[in-house]
Protein backbone atom coordinates (compact mmCIF):
# COMPACT_ATOMS: atom_id res chain seq x y z
CA UNK A 1 0.00 0.00 0.00
CA UNK A 2 0.46 3.81 -0.52
CA UNK A 3 0.40 6.56 2.57
CA UNK A 4 0.31 10.13 1.46
CA UNK A 5 0.40 12.92 4.80
CA UNK A 6 0.30 16.16 3.22
CA UNK A 7 1.33 19.49 5.59
CA UNK A 8 1.76 22.82 4.91
CA UNK A 9 -1.83 24.29 5.14
CA UNK A 10 -2.77 27.12 6.84
CA UNK A 11 -4.64 30.63 7.60
CA UNK A 12 -2.74 33.12 4.96
CA UNK A 13 -3.88 36.61 4.02
CA UNK A 14 -4.61 37.63 0.44
CA UNK A 15 -1.86 38.06 -1.78
CA UNK A 16 0.31 35.53 0.67
CA UNK A 17 1.92 32.28 -0.32
CA UNK A 18 2.11 28.81 1.38
CA UNK A 19 4.13 25.52 0.64
CA UNK A 20 2.18 22.44 0.33
CA UNK A 21 3.87 19.30 1.52
CA UNK A 22 2.92 15.69 0.42
CA UNK A 23 5.38 12.60 1.88
CA UNK A 24 4.73 9.02 0.47
CA UNK A 25 5.23 6.19 2.28
CA UNK A 26 4.86 2.59 1.45
CA UNK A 27 5.11 1.10 -2.04
CA UNK A 28 6.27 3.99 -3.25
CA UNK A 29 7.86 1.99 -6.41
CA UNK A 30 4.21 1.48 -7.59
CA UNK A 31 3.90 5.45 -7.79
CA UNK A 32 4.46 7.84 -10.95
CA UNK A 33 2.51 10.89 -11.79
CA UNK A 34 1.40 12.82 -9.08
CA UNK A 35 -1.08 15.72 -8.60
CA UNK A 36 -2.83 18.28 -6.22
CA UNK A 37 -6.79 18.91 -5.90
CA UNK A 38 -8.78 21.01 -3.96
CA UNK A 39 -12.19 20.74 -2.42
CA UNK A 40 -14.29 23.96 -1.26
CA UNK A 41 -17.40 23.36 0.97
CA UNK A 42 -20.41 22.85 -1.10
CA UNK A 43 -18.41 21.97 -4.22
CA UNK A 44 -16.75 19.42 -6.13
CA UNK A 45 -12.89 18.18 -5.83
CA UNK A 46 -11.06 20.12 -8.34
CA UNK A 47 -7.84 19.73 -10.30
CA UNK A 48 -4.50 22.50 -9.39
CA UNK A 49 -1.72 20.52 -10.92
CA UNK A 50 0.19 17.76 -11.79
CA UNK A 51 3.59 16.27 -12.30
CA UNK A 52 5.07 13.18 -13.95
CA UNK A 53 7.05 10.73 -12.18
CA UNK A 54 10.18 12.10 -13.73
CA UNK A 55 9.41 15.61 -12.90
CA UNK A 56 9.61 16.93 -16.28
CA UNK A 57 5.96 17.35 -17.37
CA UNK A 58 3.78 19.92 -15.73
CA UNK A 59 0.10 20.53 -15.81
CA UNK A 60 -1.98 23.11 -14.19
CA UNK A 61 -5.64 24.27 -14.20
CA UNK A 62 -6.03 27.79 -15.36
CA UNK A 63 -6.98 29.57 -12.21
CA UNK A 64 -3.87 28.68 -10.68
CA UNK A 65 -1.51 29.37 -13.83
CA UNK A 66 1.43 31.64 -13.27
CA UNK A 67 0.84 31.85 -9.25
CA UNK A 68 1.24 28.00 -8.01
CA UNK A 69 4.01 25.70 -8.63
CA UNK A 70 4.17 22.30 -8.22
CA UNK A 71 7.52 20.08 -8.01
CA UNK A 72 8.77 17.13 -6.62
CA UNK A 73 11.84 15.61 -5.01
CA UNK A 74 12.25 11.45 -5.41
CA UNK A 75 15.10 11.00 -3.53
CA UNK A 76 12.72 11.79 -0.40
CA UNK A 77 9.41 10.89 -1.76
CA UNK A 78 8.30 14.24 -1.49
CA UNK A 79 5.78 16.36 -3.67
CA UNK A 80 5.81 20.14 -3.10
CA UNK A 81 2.99 22.96 -4.19
CA UNK A 82 4.68 26.84 -3.65
CA UNK A 83 1.17 28.85 -3.57
CA UNK A 84 2.05 32.52 -4.51
CA UNK A 85 -0.73 35.46 -4.87
CA UNK A 86 -3.23 33.72 -3.11
CA UNK A 87 -6.89 34.60 -3.05
CA UNK A 88 -9.85 33.81 -0.86
CA UNK A 89 -10.98 32.12 -3.72
CA UNK A 90 -8.27 28.98 -3.16
CA UNK A 91 -9.40 28.40 0.32
CA UNK A 92 -9.87 24.64 0.31
CA UNK A 93 -8.92 21.03 1.50
CA UNK A 94 -6.15 20.86 -0.57
CA UNK A 95 -5.27 16.90 -1.69
CA UNK A 96 -1.84 15.37 -2.70
CA UNK A 97 -2.84 12.19 -4.94
CA UNK A 98 -0.45 9.22 -6.67
CA UNK A 99 -1.42 7.30 -9.29
CA UNK A 100 0.59 3.99 -10.97
CA UNK A 101 1.52 5.47 -14.46
CA UNK A 102 4.02 7.83 -14.78
CA UNK A 103 2.29 10.85 -16.66
CA UNK A 104 0.31 13.49 -14.93
CA UNK A 105 -3.65 13.22 -15.22
CA UNK A 106 -6.21 16.31 -14.36
CA UNK A 107 -9.03 13.84 -13.57
CA UNK A 108 -9.85 12.54 -9.77
CA UNK A 109 -10.64 9.25 -11.02
CA UNK A 110 -7.46 8.61 -12.31
CA UNK A 111 -5.64 9.20 -8.96
CA UNK A 112 -5.22 5.49 -7.23
CA UNK A 113 -3.90 7.35 -3.78
CA UNK A 114 -5.00 9.68 -2.16
CA UNK A 115 -3.76 11.94 0.98
CA UNK A 116 -6.48 13.00 3.94
CA UNK A 117 -5.85 16.84 2.85
CA UNK A 118 -4.78 20.04 4.85
CA UNK A 119 -6.71 23.12 4.57
CA UNK A 120 -5.75 26.52 3.07
CA UNK A 121 -7.34 29.72 4.11
CA UNK A 122 -6.86 32.61 2.45
CA UNK A 123 -8.55 36.17 4.39
CA UNK A 124 -9.04 39.09 2.23
Known amino acids: QVQLVESGGGLVQAGGSLRLSCVTS????????MGWFRQAPGKERAFVAA????????TYADSVKGRFTISKDNAKNLLYLQMSSLKPEDTAVYYC?????????????????WGQGTQVTVSS
Open 51 to 58: ISWSGGTT
Open 97 to 113: AARRTLVPGRLPSEYDY
Open 26 to 33: GRTSSTGG
